[in-house]
């Protein structure tokens, strides 16, 4: 399915009451990431008004960081445990009631920056919940374009919620804590009538229809399937369930991901700052990141489904990283931008074929550990880049790019050595060990 043709299903879906499972995930996330992207661009100029230092600002971003890490692999248990739609709801309950706490804007800085570590928590939680509950609804095979689906969402959140963000920082920079608070809560009303997805049969074969749309596991009819995640055949976790190249690889791969964006959350407003550009650029600059990304996230997926993992990866980190190496020798908006675009149509394939990689490697039972353990790498990458990378900016503004770029550089060559080529359906609709 087409980028544009997933949200323009999504409102389709909304208009005439007919939200499947799926839709409400994609809908949900569309309309909290909005609320939750409005933080990007004001989060350091926040901390600077609280009369914090380059150090405070990168604590401040990577302290949830590091929660959102350690909350991730607990999650993936409970979410195998007791379902995914008791973390769903939980999780982004406790992230709206912080969210309020935050917007009171009272107290000194240490404690809002652990009223953000607790956002941090729950947002650790709800991940391995959602991306779990994508795959328990999507045939195996296809969960590249799935998670391409996931991401065009959550582009379009990103595409109006930093500019939205910009301008209610132009009124008081406490405000975007009100505004990802309510999108959570509109969020949560869409998430609320969903049926649990733990249980549905977990690998259904099947193509998208004319429509584009992806059969759901209840319209399966006559389809084969494997074990679903609450089926006795699930079975326990089998020992060392996590010690497998296929898993580990795209994980790590994650890491280095998530350093080089979250630097970019730190040092990006400080960046333009430096340049003589106000928090309503530096806004609107996050959000023309994500038109490309939009634009081409359904191609994306397909290319993830079918194409050589282990070229279309590593060929785009290498040019992420190259991209990253750039912004220290530009100085005007226009290349910024021009670069910036580059670097997003790299970007587009990596996180939804590294996800998918994980999920065709793990079997029902594990599922949401699985997603877990992506997590635990992407976001503690995240910290990494946050807490040292974008410590880095105060020393030296080129650092902080060239250390992202050049873990870029060792994922993609780790990527090209070892990560699965493919997976394939064989016969039956048995599915085939990665190459």
């Known amino acids: 399915m087409r980028s544009w043709a997933a949200v323009l299903e999504l409102i389709r879906a909304l208009l005439t009451r007919r939200l499947e499972p799926v839709h409400r995930l994609l809908l949900a996330q569309l309309v909290m990431f909005a609320g939750i992207a409005a933080l990007f661009p004001v989060v350091p100029l926040y901390v600077r008004a609280h ?230 650029v530096i806004g609107l600059s996050i959000s023309l990141f994500a038109v490309p990304i939009l634009l081409l996230a359904g191609r994306a997926g397909r290319l993830s489904d079918r194409a050589n993992r282990r070229a279309l990866v590593p060929t785009a980190l290498v040019v992420g990283a190259a991209c990253a190496a750039t912004y220290p020798l530009l100085r005007s908006i226009y290349p910024i931008l021009l670069v910036g675009t580059v670097e997003a149509v790299a970007w587009v394939v990596v996180e939804p074929t590294l996800y998918a990689v994980v999920s065709d490697s793990a079997e029902a039972a594990i599922r949401g550990r699985a997603m877990g353990l992506g997590g635990f790498f992407e976001a503690g990458g995240g910290a990494l880049g946050a807490g040292v990378l974008g410590t880095l900016y105060g020393i030296g503004p080129p650092l902080p790019f060239l250390g992202g770029a050049g873990l870029c550089l060792l994922a993609a060559a780790a990527c090209a050595a070892g990560l699965p080529a493919h997976r394939t359906l064989g016969p039956g609709g048995s599915e085939a060990v990665p190459a």
Not at 133 to 139: V, Y
Not at 180 to 199: C, D, F, K, Q, Y
Not at 222 to 229: L, N
């Open 51 to 280: 009369g914090g230092s380059s150090a405070d600002i990168a604590l401040f971003v990577a302290g949830p960081l590091v929660s959102n890490t350690l909350a991730q692999v607990p999650a993936g248990h409970l979410v195998d445990r007791v379902g995914r739609k008791p973390v769903l709801i939980g999780s982004r309950l406790a992230f709206a009631v912080l969210s309020f706490a935050l917007f009171a804007n009272l107290g000194p800085l240490w404690l809002l920056a652990l009223l953000r570590v607790g956002q941090g928590a729950a947002s650790g939680a709800y991940l391995p919940a959602l991306r779990t509950a994508l795959a328990d609804l999507t045939p195996a095979g296809h969960r590249g374009s799935r998670y391409a689906q996931l991401q065009a969402c959550e582009m379009v959140g990103l595409l109006v919620g930093p500019a939205l963000g910009g301008a209610i920082a132009l009124w008081q920079y406490s405000g975007i804590f009100a505004a990802s608070g309510v999108s959570v809560l509109v969020g949560l009303g869409t998430l609320a009538r969903m049926p649990e997805t733990r249980g549905i049969p977990g690998s259904i074969v099947g193509d998208p229809g004319a429509s584009g749309r992806f059969p759901d596991p209840q319209e399966a009819a006559g389809a084969e399937v494997g074990p679903g995640p609450g089926s006795p055949e699930a079975g326990p976790a089998p020992p060392r369930w996590w010690a497998r190249r296929s898993l580990l690889l795209p994980a790590a791969t994650l890491a280095a991901v998530g350093a080089l964006f979250n630097m970019y959350d730190v040092v990006w407003p400080q960046y333009l700052s430096a340049r003589g550009y106000d928090s309503l």
